[in-house]
């Protein structure tokens, strides 16, 4: 790792950065291991509230759509003003998914100076012959990059049976957008086997694409919803097939993000290079409310 992408990389982005409230990152560890503990004690997946037979907050229905750090912050601390260091009641955590945890975990390792960044891609370790979308967060480490997956509580773990340690997630068990992709070109992954298990219709060559797509935004530093379109994703949409173009593009993607260390500075040209990838000022979003252009921040 050249000085330059340790300094990208150990510094916040403007999603991740916590603004005025970012002392209260003190709290929370710098160790791997421990920040699991710290993060799963602050977020609820929206997908374990309803199997705990837990009533959260009545607030916590739009928590998914928070966008930034510090805007998660806030609705952290307005359910429980404690230290971010103390777990918090199931009905007072925030209700998130995937994305958040590992938001969250990438701002804490980046307040304490250890390069960090959020990967998108898909986990195989939720269902048996399924790669179900998802996010984590990888940090550097031991002169290596390692997955670690803030989700996989010890209670988690337990449910689906998970063997591995969450703080050095094997590469074949989470594979970041750009393997998934090559992988579903060359005939190793079906398409229909790749995508949101529990969600009709949201699988196929067209989703992994678009988090190619995610991905490569994530690695510059835009960590943007599971549900947002930009660029040559935009047209991407259940029963769709990628067109050929649009294909080659993200084969060039994914030959510089696949594998555990993608190349930095060409991923930051051809992200900066082609506004078919970086991420535009309008997004087309898909949260529950239905589809809409939602102006980001650059």
Sequence with gaps: MTPDERAYYATQSTVSDPGDQRHLFDALPRDPAQLVAAVSGL????????????????????DVECRSMARILARILARDP????????????????????SLLACAALRHHSVPARVRVGFATYFLAGFYEDHVVCE???DGRWRLLDPELS????AHFRIP??????????FLVGGDA?????????DPEACGVSFIDGIKGAWFAGANVVRDLAAL????????DYWGIAREFRPGSQVPEAAAARLDAVAALTAGPAPDWKAGREIYEGDEGLRVSPVVMSFPRSGPKEVAVES
């Design 154 to 157: 010890e209670r988690v773990r």
């Design 220 to 227: 510059n530093k835009r960590e943007m919803l599971q549900w």
């Design 82 to 101: 404690r230290p971010l260091d103390v777990v918090r009641p199931p009905e007072r955590r925030f209700i998130g998914i995937c994305r958040d945890y």
């Design 181 to 189: 992709w090559q992988r579903l070109r060359r005939g190793a992954i």
């Design 164 to 173: 591995f340690d969450p703080t050095d997630v094997p590469r074949d068990a």
């Design 139 to 141: 940090y550097h480490a």
């Design 43 to 62: 977020v609820l997946h929206e997908l374990f509230v309803k199997p705990l037979g837990i009533t959260p907050h009545p607030d916590s229905a739009t």
